[in-house]
Nanobody, 124 residues
Framework: QVQLVESGGGLVQAGESLRLSCAAS????????MGWFRQAPGKEREFVAA????????YYADSVKGRFTISRDNAKKTVYLQMNSLKPEDTAVYYC?????????????????WGQGTQVTVSS
């Protein structure tokens, strides 16, 4: 089984930046895409960003395009999310997950149980 631990969240003001990290451990597939998701209070979990194993294919939700950047370090089994120009509507718990197939990440079809997530709060 795969374990996921997210970190890096916090309380920031609108316009500021945060960098999230997510480390995978356990029996990860030999090759896998990774993604970030978020869940705001009272709302369903939604897709944020995805990155393929080699980093050559990346996809963002329209709401974060141009502000967020996803990256990964395969040696560390870690995926990152650099979040710039944060807005109050970015407030949510952020989660990561993975799948062997990139496009399953976009469909929110994931392999691992969800981790605890990391809280991001953006004040106006």
């Amino acid at each position: 089984q795969v374990q996921l631990v997210e970190s890096g969240g916090g309380l920031v003001q609108a316009g500021e930046s945060l960098r999230l990290s997510c480390a995978a451990s356990g029996r990860t597939p030999s090759i896998y895409a990774m993604g970030w998701f978020r869940q705001a209070p009272g709302k369903e979990r939604e897709f944020v960003a995805a990155i393929s194993w080699g980093g050559g294919t990346i996809y963002y939700a329209d709401s974060v395009k141009g502000r967020f950047t996803i990256s990964r370090d395969n040696a560390k089994k870690t995926v990152y999310l650099q979040m710039n120009s944060l807005k109050p509507e970015d407030t949510a718990v952020y989660y990561c997950n993975l799948h062997r197939e990139f496009y399953n990440i976009l469909r929110m079809s994931v392999l691992s149980p969800w981790g605890q997530g990391t809280q991001v709060t953006v004040s106006s």
